[in-house]
């Protein structure tokens, strides 16, 4: 079967780094996203991965090894409005989306 | 108005009622969808309209039943529903179908409790 891992919740303080991961097995690979969700909001689009590497957006990075079916998304100077879930999702051999369950991230002062 | 609108944001019904969720997009996508989020749980594709016509069902039962008018609008209807059927149903537009680099961009979701 298909699966995408990442971890259910994580706690980070204001103005570190934190590192969300995400592991996948999908039947083939066309991309990974990631999202970020405000409780009671919509899901809005922060990066999208096909090759190898990093690729950085201000104080978002997301990685991708598909080699290693594994990504991550590095969030720099963490600030409180930066408290959310961040959902990861792989677009299979199909083109269709799998998503993880989303890990909700909990800033602290 | 601009993006993803859905209504009503939060609606609590009986399970012998019959009622609909909307969704309008005013981003000129020709794709629409409709997700099932329920707490830690990923996502779950419910539906999906392409140039109005359906392309995806996945095992969805009767009891909901989509409508896409026109690809601006997308309904939810919903009838004899089980209180399992709770939780947060998301709309989501793209361009270009479900191929390529395609965003999606999703409504603030209807938050529905089946009593």
């Known amino acids: 079967g298909q699966n995408i891992d990442q971890p259910t919740e994580m706690t980070a303080t204001e103005g570190a780094i934190v590192q969300i991961n995400c592991t996948y097995q999908t039947s083939g690979f066309n991309g990974l996203f990631w999202y970020q969700q405000h409780a009671g909001e919509a899901p809005t689009f922060l990066s999208y991965?096909?090759l190898d590497g990093l690729e950085e957006k201000g104080r978002f990075s997301s990685f991708l090894s598909r080699s290693k079916g594994y990504s991550y998304l590095l969030l720099k100077e963490l600030q409180m409005k930066d408290s959310a879930s961040y959902l990861c999702a792989v677009k299979d051999s199909n083109y269709q989306l799998i998503w993880g369950a989303g890990t909700k991230l909990i800033i602290k002062p | 108005e601009t993006g993803v609108t859905q209504t009503p944001r939060h609606l609590v019904m009986g399970m012998t009622n019959k009622k609909s969720l909307k969704c309008e997009q005013h981003l000129g996508h020709n794709a629409m969808y409709w997700y099932k989020q329920s707490a830690k749980k990923p996502l779950e594709l419910m539906f999906v309209y392409s140039l109005e016509e359906r392309v995806e069902n996945n095992s969805v039962p009767s009891r909901f039943s989509p409508e896409c008018p026109n690809s601006s609008h997308l309904f939810l209807h919903l009838h004899t529903l089980q209180p399992e059927d709770s939780a947060l149903y998301l709309c989501?537009?793209?361009?270009?179908?479900?191929?390529?680099?395609?965003?999606?961009?999703f409504g603030a979701g209807s938050r529905l409790t089946v009593l």
């Open positions: 991965n096909v």
């Open positions: 989501a537009s793209s361009q270009d179908g479900q191929s390529g680099a395609n965003v999606l961009t």
